[in-house]
């Protein structure tokens, strides 16, 4: 089993930065990837990011490309992500998730809101 607790989000203004944080733990020897996902109410889950965690390959949905980077510190079982030029629309629940060759262990997520 893997646990995921993630943090750092909250409320802030269109344009501002937060960085996201979710800390792994347990049978991390496990976890190929780590990813980022979110849900905003009445709208379905939607996958932000993600990355490898041994070769630090990334990915990114397209309405996030350029603004948010994904990264890992393997030493801390942490993978983060740093959000800028935040929107309006990307207020939501931030949900991390990790596993082999499916995501099968999911954080609880954290807010973010994001005030225009």
């Known amino acids: 089993q893997v646990q995921l607790v993630e943090s750092g989000g909250g409320l802030v203004q269109a344009g501002g930065s937060l960085r996201l944080s979710c800390a792994a733990s347990?049978?991390?020897?496990?976890?190929?990837?780590m990813g980022w996902f979110r849900q905003a109410p009445g709208k379905e889950r939607e996958t932000v990011a993600g990355?490898?965690?041994?070769?630090?390959?990334?990915y990114y949905a397209d309405s996030v490309k350029g603004r948010f980077t994904i990264s890992r510190d393997n030493a801390k079982n942490t993978v983060y992500l740093q959000m800028s030029s935040l929107k309006p629309e990307d207020t939501a629940v931030y949900i991390c998730?990790?596993?082999?060759?499916?995501?099968?262990?999911w954080g609880q997520g954290t807010q973010v809101t994001v005030s225009s």
């Open positions: 990355i490898n965690v041994s070769a630090g390959v990334t």
């Open positions: 998730a990790a596993g082999k060759l499916t995501y099968d262990y």
């Open positions: 347990g049978h991390t020897f496990s976890m190929v990837t």
